[in-house]
């Protein structure tokens, strides 16, 4: 293996990282306009991520500044064509961290209007990185040899918009939605818990729209089963490899729903981390040895290795890696067992408090 398919695969790591520590930040923002009934119970929610929801967020830095040294042609050109959803995504995510600050600081009339931005950005944002994530496999319309200053993107903003992609959009919506859902039953006590736990488990035909199985369950499972396809025909590859972690990313979410069901939520959130490294784990493994899929020719892709940065730029990386990486693992390692347990509502599964 190269250095710049080790590099691959490290940010496929980093982005289920990532995706799985705001994946139940987001959720809990969605939970707020599905289960909170006013300001007292969504501040509650709000307290059970207070500690860790900022440092979750170090993790798109960390992808960030990755892809970019490692793959700047993947960089520019990706975001050339996302721009505009990714600056509508960045305002998104700027207005929920204020959300945050200023929901506690202004007048309690204006917490609702507070409240609201915070459910909107906490749906919105997985919606557009669900999208411009698929759209990698999906396909854009790029020519060139795709190193730096070569390859042109000939499309716009609605070239990330097709059936696939608006489906990898509402899975991951759902799935954090579902996740998050899961993280709130672990945290929270009493009635507002108790109504939490109401919106995983009830499969009454009278309850199917605020129950946050059966949209995590179909949209999940529709993404996953689709992805080898996909994969398949837009970037040649064996059907085999890809449906191999999209099978596992589906057990662990049927798990999740089983769990959830029974009662034992502290092990379907485990399952659901495990569906959440699952979809990304297919959508990476579908891509290589492609970082972007060209609709104009398969020959035009932007490919791991002519869109890599040189030999001496991947080492001095592998060398910077192995010390900082783990780093930041200890330090949100150590942020979750602190701080989570004084909140006093519970423990994560993993806590020994």
Request: aromatic share 12%; hydrophobic share 55%.
């Amino acid at each position: 293996m190269s250095l710049a398919e080790l590099w691959f695969f490290v940010i496929a790591g980093l982005w289920s990282t990532y995706l799985v520590l705001e994946g139940f930040d987001f959720g809990v923002g969605m939970m707020m306009g599905i289960a909170g009934r006013n300001e007292e119970e969504r501040g509650e929610m709000i307290e059970t991520i207070a500690p860790v929801w900022d440092a979750n967020e170090v993790w798109l830095l960390v992808v960030g500044g990755i892809t970019f040294a490692s793959f700047p042609a993947w960089y520019g050109t990706w975001l050339e064509g996302a721009y505009l959803g990714l600056v509508v995504l960045i305002i998104a995510l700027l207005l929920r961290v204020i959300s945050f600050e200023w929901r506690e600081r202004v007048h309690p009339r204006w917490r609702k209007l507070w409240s609201a931005i915070n459910i909107g950005a906490s749906t919105l944002a997985p919606i557009i990185w669900g999208v411009v994530l698929s759209a990698l496999l999906a396909g854009l319309p790029i020519i060139g040899s795709a190193r730096v200053g070569e390859n042109r993107y000939l499309g716009n903003i609605f070239d990330f918009f097709n059936v696939y992609t608006i489906l990898g959009g509402l899975s991951l919506a759902a799935l954090f939605a579902f996740h998050g859902a899961l993280f709130l039953s672990i945290r929270l006590d009493g009635e507002l818990g108790e109504r939490v736990r109401e919106r995983i488990v009830k499969l009454d035909y009278r309850h199917l729209l605020p129950n946050l199985m059966l949209p995590a369950l179909l949209l999940t499972a529709a993404f996953l089963i689709a992805t080898p396809f996909v994969a398949h025909s837009n970037n040649a590859r064996s059907f085999v490899p890809v449906a191999i972690p999209a099978l596992l990313g589906l057990i662990a979410l049927v798990a999740a729903v089983v769990c959830a069901q029974r009662g034992q939520f502290a092990k379907a959130f485990v399952c659901t981390i495990a569906t959440i490294v699952g979809w990304v784990a297919t959508l990476f493994i579908g891509l290589f040895p492609r970082i972007i899929v060209s609709t104009q020719s398969l020959g035009d892709s932007i490919t791991i290795e002519n869109a890599g940065s040189s030999h001496y730029t991947l080492v001095v990386m592998t060398v910077a890696g192995v010390v900082m990486i783990p780093v930041i693992i200890l330090y949100q390692w150590w942020g979750f067992r602190t701080l989570m347990a004084r909140l006093g509502r519970g423990t994560l599964p993993w806590s020994s408090s």
